[in-house]
């Protein structure tokens, strides 16, 4: 069981991506936006950061550019529904500020199951022993 972050403005997406990951058998843990996400990894061990990347306030680029700043072993998915300006070129940027995986909504659940597992293994491979 791992603990995963899950960062999105939506309730109804954290609501969504929670019962998916919980069904897995990971902890979930939920945060509104970007500046609670990064308040939570400061309290707790976080195993996997999944942000939204089109938030209020402080925006997953953002996020994930402070995050990687003070835990850059920690893996990170981006998600994104896009914009005027498309989710794929919000996605790439997330992907070249160290973003782990990148999904466009919608996605299907054994998608971020997937992405989820792969980072886990990855973070597993390179960790200490």
Do not use: W
Not at 4 to 32: F, N, Q, W
Not at 104 to 121: G, Q, T
Request: aromatic share 2%; charged share 20%; with cysteine.
């Amino acid at each position: 069981m791992a603990t995963i972050l899950v960062i999105d403005d939506e309730p109804r997406m954290l609501r969504v991506i929670g019962e998916m990951l919980t069904g897995a058998g990971h902890k979930v843990v939920e945060a509104i936006s970007g500046d609670e996400g990064i308040a939570q990894i400061a309290q707790q061990p976080i195993d996997v950061v999944i942000t939204d990347i089109i938030m209020p306030d402080k925006e997953g680029i953002e996020t994930i550019s402070e995050i990687k700043q003070t835990h850059p072993d920690l893996p990170i998915v981006a998600i994104s529904g896009g914009s005027l300006r498309g989710a794929g070129s919000y996605l790439e940027t997330a992907a070249a500020l160290g973003a782990c995986a990148t999904l466009e909504k919608p996605f299907h659940s054994f998608e971020i199951l997937e992405v989820v597992d792969r980072a886990l293994a990855n973070r597993a491979a390179v960790q200490p022993t």
